[in-house]
């Protein structure tokens, strides 16, 4: 393990959990690199939301973050009529969460985007002022036209590019699918916004797109949650905005370096939620690439990392990679490392060294597999296929409960009755609720850290 500390950001480490060990041609090599950020606020970033001292209290300092929310106000917000004022509600719950100094803005999402506050193409700067007159434009929200949502993107990249800081982040609430543009559109905005701001996603009720909403907050490094009870949405926007004021650095990367012959077969991230990074690799030099991870505050992460090295002989060894946290040089020069961990190869006769499976790696291949085998559990649901549903979802029932996953392992017991959950034996409930089906199928990337 290795870490380094500079000033204006927080101190990063990595930690590597993995078996070196490889049989005689054994060629996929196998790492956990957990990263942890600490000290934000005391490591001569600003505090976080909560401290005894707000960034607007420090002399010299201001806060470096501005914050777009979205609000849903197609039609179908009228419908409860309590769920367009639980949405008002929301969003000035958030707003009153701001840190002084944060810039801000409200955009109203139709078939077009509209700036609700401060308007003009511009943010406002939080205050007990602009907070006191963006709850009150939020009085004027009304619901009424379709959801074109790329749109609602675009407008907020727009805003926050103008911002001179280096937290971006937006907030975005729907409660229903995205009708007004064909979906291509949508993709083109998410790729346009991907990289430049992160952004949460929130679906409310169960008229909405799981994949769509998930979906947005893949693409652009942000959560993904339902909150099917429009009542629960203030609480909801709040512990959202209290997390992203928590962020101290963005556009974190990490760095992956193989030495010749060897080449990284896939990264994912695995906790707090499992996602493919594969395929977001951006070539870094020779023979090293980066993945994008987003804002970081106080937390921890875990990815895993497969390696594919050369054939090599007992008793031979090398470096596999070596994994680097990146962030960029605000002058353009050379990014800085924050930390790296090593990932190694060992070649061995001793079979016990080298068919033993770290714990950290089975366990997050496990929480993977969670994931996947209960979407696939609810597609063939979906598509009436109800052997392969109870298959799939008994196996995500099995996984859950090995795992310690209480979390998953709940919400699965609102889709199936369980009989034996170690064995996985499992019958699928004749009437699923659509919020318990849609909450499940939200949430089913959350995996659990392994104990200790």
Known sequence: MANFSKSNVPRFSVEVYQNEFLPEGGR??????????????????????????????????????????????????????????????????????????????????????????????????????????????????????????????????RLLGDADVSIRHGVLLTDGRNEHEAPEELRAALDACAGRFTCDARGVGTDWEVKEVTGIASALLGTADIVADPSGLAADFTRMMENAMGKEVADVALRLWTPVGAEIAFVKQVAPTVEELTGRRTEAGPRA?????????????????????????????????????????????????????????????????????????????????????IQQGLDARKSGDLDNATAKLGRAVMLAAASGNEDTAKLLAKVVDVVDAATGTVRLKARVTEADEMTLETRSTKTVRVKK
């Open 28 to 157: 996929e090599v196998n790492a956990i690199v957990t990263v942890t950020s600490t000290g934000g606020g005391t490591s001569g970033g600003f505090p976080v939301a909560g401290a005894s001292a707000s960034p607007s209290s420090i002399p010299g300092r201001r806060t470096d973050a501005a914050v777009v929310v979205m609000v849903d106000c197609s039609g179908s917000m009228d419908y409860p009529p309590t769920k367009m004022r639980n949405a008002r509600d929301a969003t000035a719950a958030a707003i009153d969460t701001l840190r002084d100094g944060t810039a801000f803005a409200v955009v109203a999402g139709t078939h077009v985007a509209a700036e609700v506050y401060p308007g003009g193409g511009r943010l406002a700067t939080a205050d007990a002022t602009t907070r006191a007159e963006a709850k009150e434009a939020l009085r004027r929200l009304s619901a009424g036209g379709g959801t074109a949502i790329g749109t609602w993107l675009r407008l907020a990249d």
């Open 289 to 373: 690439g980066d993945y994008p991870t987003g804002s970081w505050g106080d937390e921890s992460r875990d990815y895993h990392v497969c390696v594919r090295v050369p054939d090599a002989g007992v008793g031979r060894e090398m470096l596999a990679a070596r994994a680097s946290l990146i962030i960029p040089d605000p002058a353009g020069g050379t990014p800085r490392p924050l930390a790296q961990g090593l990932v190694r190869a060992v070649w061995t006769d001793d079979m016990a060294a080298s068919t033993s499976i770290n714990p950290q790696v089975a366990h997050y291949t496990g929480q993977a597999e969670l994931a996947q085998v």
